[in-house]
């Protein structure tokens, strides 16, 4: 039987806790949705991240799973596209494999897919702090909320956090999307987020519970300017069209569902909103 749900984690040399990260997955899964399949995706690990998650996979009771290898290190973006783009299910979730938020935070983002209601579904710290139970260091929290802003004034995308890593695909509407996708480090989330609006699905922001965890692959000094530079080149592919046959079919892909439940999904943000975006682009071109 197929699954119903799929759940990518991007693992980098992550042996230190991938296995009670697994351990609480499928305790969560087997209890709660067994019908899921959990895609464990290592980005080129120079530990034992991939023995980790083979034998973690024997405590997996009716959770389907899965490893799946890349031989070099190619980039968080690179691994979660290639775990989303081999899910069997209609719905798809990626989550952090520190599991900053807690796997117990899914069906705030897989109800309203599954619902009809949404096509990405996105969990964010900045709607509602009081959920953040260990903060980050200061420093690394200002910079969180800078980079956040200046994605929203650069793409013009109304949201608050797009960096949390935890999200939720309807895959047959989103997969155009994620096969355009190319930026492969950290400013991932801004592409595929962007992209999505672009095409004018529905999309939400979610506040959930988070947890800072040491360990972070992400340095602030060294990874701020590469991200800065990474959504300067997602403006620059969209305003030259490189995303335009993607954006179409993921956008032809939201009407054929709308039709197939014969009502419209109603949006997080307004439609008229992401249509004057779109056209800016076009017109920066």
């Not at 693992?11 to 949705?33: C, D, H, M, P, T």
């Not at 980039?75 to 494999?97: E, I, M, N, S, W």
């Not at 999505?196 to 959930?208: C, D, G, H, I, R």
């Not at 993921?250 to 197939?260: L, P």
């Amino acid at each position: 039987m197929s699954p119903s749900l799929s759940i990518v984690i991007p693992a980098y040399n992550e042996a230190a806790r991938l296995g009670e990260s697994l351990r609480i997955v499928f305790e969560y899964l087997n209890k709660q949705r067994p019908e899921t399949e959990v895609i464990v995706v290592d980005d080129g690990s120079s530990d034992n991240t991939a023995d980790v998650a083979e034998k973690s996979f024997e405590g997996r009771g009716g959770v389907d799973a899965e490893l799946i290898r890349v031989r070099e290190n190619r980039g968080k973006g690179y691994v979660v596209r290639k775990g989303l783009l081999a899910a069997r299910a209609p719905v798809a979730l990626f989550t952090d494999a520190d599991l900053s938020t807690p796997i117990t935070e899914t069906p705030k983002l897989i109800a309203p897919i599954e619902r009809g209601e949404y096509d990405l579904t996105f969990g964010s710290r900045a709607l509602d702090r009081s959920l953040i139970g260990v903060h980050q260091p200061w420093r690394r929290e200002q910079g969180g909320r800078v980079f956040n802003l200046i994605v929203r004034l650069a793409t013009g995308l109304p949201f608050w956090d797009t960096q949390c890593g935890f999200k939720a695909f309807r895959l047959n509407v989103c997969r155009p999307i994620l096969e355009a996708a190319t930026i492969d480090r950290f400013g991932f989330d801004v592409e595929l987020i962007f992209l999505a609006y672009l095409a004018q699905l529905s999309l939400k922001e979610t506040p959930v519970r988070w947890n800072h965890n040491e360990g972070s692959k992400v340095s602030v000094a060294r990874d701020s300017w590469r991200m800065f530079n990474e959504v300067r080149l997602i403006r620059r592919r969209a305003r030259a069209g490189l995303y335009d046959e993607a954006i179409a079919a993921a956008r032809t892909g939201a009407k054929d569902r709308e039709r197939e439940l014969h009502t419209s999904a109603p949006p997080s943000t307004d439609k008229g909103t992401q249509r004057r975006v779109a056209s800016s682009f076009k017109a920066d071109a």
